[in-house]
């Protein structure tokens, strides 16, 4: 699904991802652990599509297409979904509408028709019923005021809702209680499939207490220096990141 191919990224003019080769197989979760400052957010803005970061060398395929090449919205529409550390709060606009409004640019990106107000009504309360989002956080502009948990919620519903192929999770757990450690936890789970894959981008060990990944990489200074299956992630929590980061220097 997923095949990035010696990767190489700068901002401002400074290397920030050297080589970076990651491959992921449909429906399967990799996790990427690694110390602060390894270039993890990083990774996830490239296949974001953010501008400020050039990609120097390298390639990345998504389902045998150029990801570099498509706008982020074509991301989008082909079915990339990336959850960031720090939800947006935007105080003029309400829950629903950026919902709606999501969904439909998706559509029309894949030349669909627009959602009628009782189709989307309906996929809306499924979903948000499923994950336990009350009707009146729904009615709220989007993030203002939601505890961290709200905001989790509200961006598994959104995933559940574009229905994405891929989803890149940085950092989703950080500063989250155990409650919507869990609430991030089950909302991956429920949507595990064959058809779709998760890049989950943690730096600590204990979300993948709840989301056990098939393959976990360990990044250290703009390289991926380590690959292993869930144990991995066990170890780090045990030794911490100090091997890694000698051994990149
Ligand atoms: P991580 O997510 O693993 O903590 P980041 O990808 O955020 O790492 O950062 C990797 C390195 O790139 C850091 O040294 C950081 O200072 C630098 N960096 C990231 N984004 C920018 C930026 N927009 N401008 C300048 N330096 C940046
Ligand atoms: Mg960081
Ligand atoms: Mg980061």
Redesign the pocket.
Known sequence: MLEIKNLHVE??G?E?LRGIDLSVEDGTVHAIM????????????VLAGKE??EVTAGEVLFNGRNLLEMEPDERAAAGVFLAFQYPIEIPGVGTMTFLRTALNAQRKARGEGELSTPEFMRLVREAAQRLNISSEMLKRPLNVGFSGGEKKRNEILQMALLAPTLCVM??TDSGLDIDALRIVAEGVNALRAPNRSFVV?T?YQRLLNHIVPDVVHV?SR?RIVRTGGPELALELEEKGYADYVEEAA
């Open positions: 901002v401002e400074k920030i690694g110390p602060n400052g390894s270039g993890k957010s990083t990774l996830s803005y400020e970061y940085d950092e981008i730096h990044m703009g």
